[in-house]
C-alpha cells in the first residue's frame, strides 16, 4: 500500500468522496452532481477549500474547510465532516486532512472553528485541541409505507415550494432558525447565500418540499433534498408566532408522502439533542435513531 498523497479537491472528486461518504456516514444524503457543485462553486466570501488524501489513485479522506458566513458571530470557521475510510485509518491522514484545514482557517483570520466528530471520534479531537460541545441525532425512517398527514387546520394552506415565491421562504426560514438550537448561531444569512446553497441546490425536490401558508405568507415548511431514492429533511420549521399548532408534523408529514410518491424509499434527518420539539415531531412521525455526531470547538492561535 502506497504512502497517502494530499491535494487540493477537484470537482470531478465528486463520485469519490459520494461513495467514501456513503461508507463513512451512510445517512447523509447528497447526490455526485450537487457535490460537484460544492466543490466547483461555493457561496461568494466563504473562502471555501476541501482537501482530499489519495492512497494508490483511491480516495481514502475527505475535509472541507471555510469561513462561517451564516452568523453574526466574527472570526468563525467550520471543518466540515473531516472522514477517513475505514481501511486507511491510523496512518495519520485524519491528522494531514485537519492540519491542512487549520492552516486554511488561520489564513482567513478565522479564531474559533467548529467541527463535526462521530462518537469514535472524539478522542482524536481531543487530542487535537477540540472539546465536544453539543450532540445531534441523526435518524432514518422507512417510507414504505409514509406516516399519514394531520389534517390541515383552517386558514391554512399547504403548497409545494416551487409554487411559492423564493422571497418568502427566505424570510420564514430566518425567522425560524433565529433560535436554533447550537453552537454558533445562524442569523446573518443573506438572501443570496440562502438561494445558492438552498434554492439552487441541485437536489431540492420543489415538488416535494411543502410550505404552509397563512395569510399569504409562509409560517412552516419542510425540504426535501432527494438522491434517487433517498432523501434528506434539510429543514423542517415553525415561525415562532405559529409554533404549537401542530404545522411543523403537517408540512413534515406532507413533504414525506409527497417523496414517497415520487420514488424515495428511506428518508433521514438530523436534530440537536437539545431540539426537543423537532425530535417529538419526528418521533411521533416513526423515525428512529440511526448515529449521532458532536459539535466540536477549539479557539484557533
Known amino acids: ?3 497517502p498523497r494530499l491535494r487540493t479537491a477537484r470537482p470531478d472528486d465528486a463520485p469519490a468522496v459520494v461513495a467514501l461518504r456513503a461508507v463513512v456516514h451512510p445517512y447523509l444524503v447528497r ?11 461555493p457561496p461568494a466570501g466563504e ?4 482537501f482530499v488524501a489519495e492512497v494508490d ?24 465532516l473531516l472522514h477517513v475510510h475505514p481501511e486507511h485509518r491510523g496512518r ?4 494531514a486532512l485537519l492540519d491542512a484545514s487549520l492552516d486554511h482557517l488561520r ?10 466528530a462521530l462518537p469514535d471520534g472524539l478522542p482524536f479531537a481531543r487530542r487535537h485541541g477540540f472539546t465536544p460541545s453539543r450532540e445531534v441525532r441523526y435518524s432514518a425512517l422507512d417510507l414504505r409505507p409514509a406516516p399519514p398527514a394531520p389534517a390541515t387546520p383552517p386558514g391554512v394552506r399547504l403548497r409545494p415550494v416551487a409554487d411559492v415565491d423564493p422571497r418568502r421562504m427566505y424570510r420564514a426560514e430566518v425567522t425560524a432558525a433565529a433560535d436554533e438550537p447550537g453552537d454558533v448561531p445562524s442569523d446573518a444569512v443573506s438572501y443570496d ?3 445558492h446553497d438552498v434554492w439552487e441546490n ?6 416535494a418540499s411543502t410550505a404552509a401558508e397563512v395569510d399569504g405568507e409562509v409560517v412552516a415548511f419542510s425540504l426535501v433534498i432527494r438522491d434517487g431514492d433517498r432523501m434528506w429533511s434539510d429543514m423542517t420549521a415553525t415561525v415562532p408566532q405559529h409554533r404549537g399548532r401542530g404545522l411543523a408534523r403537517l408540512v413534515k408529514a406532507t413533504a414525506l408522502r409527497r417523496a414517497a410518491e415520487l420514488g424515495v424509499r428511506v428518508a433521514y434527518t438530523s436534530n440537536d439533542e437539545g431540539n426537543a420539539p423537532m425530535l417529538a415531531v419526528n418521533t411521533r412521525l416513526g423515525y428512529r435513531p440511526v448515529a449521532a455526531q458532536w459539535s466540536c470547538l477549539r479557539e484557533l492561535s
Open 202 to 207: 441541485v437536489g431540492l425536490d420543489r415538488a
Open 193 to 195: 447565500v440562502w438561494r
Open 107 to 116: 489564513s482567513l483570520g478565522v479564531r474559533r472553528v467548529r467541527a463535526w
Open 1 to 3: 500500500m502506497g504512502d
Open 31 to 41: 447526490g455526485v452532481e450537487s457535490t460537484r457543485r460544492m466543490i466547483a462553486q
Open 57 to 80: 489513485g483511491h480516495l481514502a479522506g475527505w475535509a472541507s474547510a471555510y469561513r462561517n458566513i451564516r452568523t453574526s458571530e466574527t472570526g468563525v470557521g467550520e471543518v466540515s
Open 47 to 50: 473562502d471555501w477549500t476541501a
Open 92 to 95: 495519520g491522514i485524519g491528522t
